[in-house]
């Protein structure tokens, strides 16, 4: 992979994607983008990872949001659709793929940072992070699942108080209202992380597909749907090799 924009690295079975324009913010730009899009098309074929780690490089910023400049320099409303489009396609791959994704918000996680964030299955923030949708305030709305996926974690009405408002929250209120797991100090914050990744990593693999499938895609179900959508993925977990050695 040809990364500029990103850092990359495997440990352990984790691999771990460090947004890597500090002097930006770690903001997303198209060329962010298409090499995210890479690492997420080697983590899938490769055997040796098992989990994904991501974070932002310096100590300001997870992702600050979309690159302004970039977005300024658009003519068309095709344009700034076939970016949102690409932003959408990236973070629907990461819900998609059978390993887990794990995000460790060392900062700023505005905009687009937020909806990385809860594109990931787990979300452990720094105690000086801070979460926001500031587009109201620019005279545009989240572009890249902002107002879906908030809602579906902490409900619509903190969701619009967030979206519409355009005021961050800190990382003890996101705690509080169940957008991220787990709060820690800045120090433990990547250790910690990269810990937990390993550990989701160690599990039976296909459980894990099954365990993520069936709970993204049975959220939005009616109940009696949901519970035929968790019947057929655990019925596929029997007679597994994991399910035999583990039973």
């Given at each position: ?80 659709m076939t970016f949102i489009e690409l ?161």
């Amino acid at each position: 992979m040809d990364l500029k924009n990103l850092l990359f690295d495997i440990e352990d079975g984790v691999a771990t994607v460090t947004f890597n324009r500090p002097k930006a913010l770690n903001a997303l730009n198209t060329e962010t983008f298409h090499e995210l899009g890479q690492a997420i098309d080697h983590i899938k074929e490769n055997d040796e990872i098992n989990a994904v780690l991501l974070t932002g490089a310096g100590d300001k910023a997870f992702v600050a949001g979309a690159d302004l400049a970039e977005i300024n320099k658009k003519d068309s409303i095709s344009d700034v659709m076939t970016f949102i489009e690409l932003g959408h396609d990236t973070f629907r791959a990461m819900e998609l793929m059978r390993k887990p994704f794990v995000a460790a918000v060392n900062g700023l996680a505005l905009g687009g940072g937020i909806e990385i964030a809860v594109s990931c299955d787990i979300r452990f923030a720094s105690e000086t992070a801070m979460f926001g949708t500031p587009e109201i305030n620019l005279g545009l709305i989240p572009g890249w699942g902002g107002t879906q996926r908030v809602a579906r974690l902490v409900g619509i009405g903190l969701a619009k108080e967030i979206v519409m408002s355009g005021e961050p929250i800190s990382a003890k209120r996101a705690y509080e209202i169940g957008l991220v797991n787990r709060v820690l100090p800045p120090d433990e914050l990547l250790h910690k992380a990269k810990e937990f990744a390993r550990k989701l990593g160690g599990k039976p693999g296909f459980a894990m597909k099954m365990a993520k499938y069936a709970i993204n895609f049975g959220y939005d179900l009616p109940l009696d749907n949901a519970i035929s959508l968790e019947i057929q993925c655990a019925c596929q977990c029997f007679n597994t090799e994991d399910m035999k050695e583990g039973v």
